[in-house]
């Protein structure tokens, strides 16, 4: 094993004299300058999104609504009949 340590302790050492990367004094400059000045949504474009949103959020509400409604009403006399009698092929 001492061969094994020898050559964890060279790998792991082999780092020591490296430098961290620096970037040049100019980089942000360049990149803000690459960067599109005007990036807010038009308001065309905001409102259609909203009013999407307000669709979808009330079609969900509607359908959950109507859900509700139809799984609360008595169950049919011929639903009733047939958990009654046990008879499924009736």
Partial sequence: ??????WTDQVLN??????????????LDRVMAQLPQNNVMPKWQLR?????ACLLIALNIYVFDFDKQESSKQP??????????FSLYQ
């Fill in 76 to 85: 049919s006399t011929e639903y009733v009949k047939l958990v009654e009698d």
């Fill in 14 to 27: 082999s780092l020591d004299g490296i430098q961290k990367a620096a970037p040049s004094l100019d980089l």
């Fill in 48 to 52: 259609l999104t909203a009013a999407a």
């Fill in 1 to 6: 094993m001492n061969k094994l340590d020898n």
